[in-house]
């Protein structure tokens, strides 16, 4: 991945965090910390991984480095830009870059891979979305997992006490932790302090 691909992917997330921070959640990317807490439960022997809200590609390129030669990594972005620009910088054959919702991942993906997965990993900003989005992303990451498969979320621990909504124009609180105990049977938590700012990566299993 050359250079220039690799910051015009970055100022573009960065612009983007400007105009919509609530689709993107961030305007910096995620820290090495936080990426290697939250690829800890890939299998070494993972055939399909899925990826929610590649953004900037910081995820996506430590997961590829993780899998084997003939692995496939779904990663599924609202942000077409955002999508078209990360594919083309990571340029990698088993990236298949899938435009859309994540809430909708069963139906953009080939049915070959719902079932099938052997790790989701998200970083898609919950805090931020309405509770039925956030439900229905929930939803569609338990249909696409293997037997015994996690699913991968972290959440910025300041949303406990407080967090902004450019689009609301309002402050509010959110906390994770009892969101993602309703909908997985099992839950793992892990504090990543040295994120800016500092995450709880959740490892989830139905
Ligand atoms: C916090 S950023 C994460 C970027 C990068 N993966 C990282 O950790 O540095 C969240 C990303 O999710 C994307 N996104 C937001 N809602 C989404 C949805 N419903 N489905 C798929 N992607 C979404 C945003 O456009 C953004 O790129």
Same mark, same amino acid.
């Given at each position: 991945? &050359?250079?220039? @691909?690799?910051?015009?992917?970055?100022? +573009?997330?960065? %612009?983007? $965090?400007?105009?919509?921070?609530?689709?993107?959640?961030?305007?910096?990317?995620?820290?090495?910390?936080?990426?290697?807490? /939250?690829?800890?439960?890939?299998? =070494? @022997?993972?055939?399909?991984?899925?990826?929610? $809200? =590649? #953004?900037? #590609?910081?995820?996506? +390129?430590?997961?590829?480095?993780?899998? $084997? =030669?003939?692995?496939?990594?779904?990663?599924?972005?609202?942000?077409?830009?955002?999508?078209? *620009?990360?594919? %083309?910088?990571? !340029? @990698?054959?088993?990236?298949? #870059?899938?435009?859309?919702?994540?809430?909708?991942?069963?139906?953009?993906? !080939?049915?070959?891979?719902? *079932?099938?997965?052997?790790?989701?990993?998200?970083?898609? #900003?919950?805090?931020?979305?309405?509770?039925?989005? %956030?439900?229905?992303? /929930?939803?569609?990451?338990?249909?696409?997992?293997? =037997? &015994?498969?996690?699913?991968?979320?972290?959440?910025?621990?300041?949303?406990?006490?407080?967090?902004?909504?450019?689009?609301?124009?309002?402050?509010?609180?959110?906390?994770?932790?009892?969101?993602?105990? +309703?909908?997985?049977? %099992?839950? @793992?938590?892990? /504090?990543?302090?040295?994120?800016?700012?500092?995450?709880?990566?959740?490892?989830? +299993? &139905?």
């Amino acid at each position: 991945m &050359g250079i220039l @691909d690799r910051v015009a992917v970055g100022v +573009r997330f960065f %612009r983007k $965090g400007l105009e919509d921070f609530d689709t993107t959640a961030n305007v910096v990317s995620s820290s090495r910390w936080l990426v290697e807490e /939250m690829l800890a439960k890939i299998p =070494p @022997d993972a055939k399909v991984v899925v990826e929610f $809200g =590649p #953004g900037t #590609g910081t995820l996506t +390129r430590q997961i590829l480095a993780k899998l $084997g =030669p003939d692995a496939k990594l779904y990663a599924i972005e609202l942000e077409k830009g955002l999508l078209e *620009g990360c594919v %083309r910088a990571i !340029d @990698d054959r088993r990236l298949v #870059g899938v435009h859309g919702s994540a809430a909708d991942a069963a139906t953009l993906l !080939d049915a070959s891979v719902v *079932g099938h997965a052997d790790a989701v990993i998200s970083s898609l #900003g919950l805090s931020l979305m309405d509770e039925p989005i %956030r439900e229905s992303i /929930m939803v569609a990451a338990r249909a696409l997992l293997a =037997p &015994g498969a996690a699913f991968t979320q972290y959440a910025y621990v300041h949303a406990r006490y407080v967090a902004y909504s450019q689009q609301r124009r309002a402050f509010f609180t959110w906390d994770a932790r009892p969101f993602v105990r +309703r909908l997985w049977p %099992r839950v @793992d938590e892990t /504090m990543v302090w040295k994120n800016v700012p500092p995450a709880v990566v959740f490892t989830c +299993r &139905g």
